[in-house]
């Protein structure tokens, strides 16, 4: 990143308000946050980061770790232990179940069910029917996530691991929670121009998760993994 200085922040537009550093938690001076670019620089860890990112971050409600919303969850996990998850349901799911439905009856159902009723293999159908297959299989995959996904960071001494997929199934990424440096809310651009918020560890990897999950939602579980972090001397 560069460490370049930003000019001195503009405040026309702006309420400019105390910033603090992601990575050692110190105060970032005005004089050193460039509004017109989005740049905050922190001269002690020698990081540049995005100023919306950091002042809508300030702004997070403190978590409430007895009190959750509706589908978040934090439990400890002794000794030293806990897990921080959140449901990824969502009412999106009232149109890609039907959707799935109908999308999986048509399209597997003519290439392949014809096939299975006549009792006669057709190799190039078959071929043609990979991609709505393929589409079947993610299209599925988000539906359930939908339904029953969840999001789950696991931390155990400084073995941590995010999962995310239905029951025991989905991807796992692993990390070092002592090699944590920052974590922070971010966005995830789509190759149609939308963008979702996510959830993001910096450290020796950047790993991003959380992505789509309802807004109270994502704003526990930032909140409770940056308590944690912060209590455990980050």
């Not at 709505?132 to 941590?160: E, P």
């Not at 691991?161 to 002592?178: A, D, E, H």
Request: with cysteine.
């Amino acid at each position: 990143m560069s460490l370049v200085a930003p000019k001195k922040a503009r405040t026309i537009g702006y309420v400019i308000s105390k910033t603090l550093c992601p990575k050692c938690q110190r105060e970032i001076p005005l004089d050193d946050v460039n509004v017109s670019t989005d740049i905050a620089l922190c001269r002690r860890c020698g990081e540049s980061w995005s100023y919306s990112d950091l002042v809508r971050d300030e702004e997070s409600p403190a978590a409430n770790l007895m009190n959750p919303p509706r589908g978040a969850w934090f439990r400890q996990m002794p000794p030293h232990g806990f897990e921080a998850g959140v449901s990824t349901r969502s009412a999106i799911a009232f149109f890609l179940v039907p959707f799935m439905c109908v999308w999986s009856g048509f399209s597997l159902g003519g290439i392949y069910g014809t096939q299975f009723f006549q009792g006669h293999f057709n190799l190039l159908m078959s071929l043609c029917g990979i991609p709505f297959v393929l589409g079947t299989l993610l299209f599925g995959g988000i539906a359930l996530m939908s339904v029953c996904g969840k999001v789950v960071v696991r931390v155990d001494g400084d073995a941590g691991v995010i999962f995310t997929g239905v029951g025991p199934f989905g991807r796992r990424q692993r990390f070092s929670w002592r090699g944590v440096s920052a974590i922070r809310r971010s966005a995830e651009y789509g190759r149609r121009g939308s963008v979702s918020e996510q959830l993001t560890f910096e450290g020796e990897k950047r790993l991003n998760f959380a992505s789509g999950v309802k807004s109270e939602r994502l704003d526990f579980m930032l909140a409770v993994l940056r308590k944690i972090w912060r209590e455990s001397g980050r």
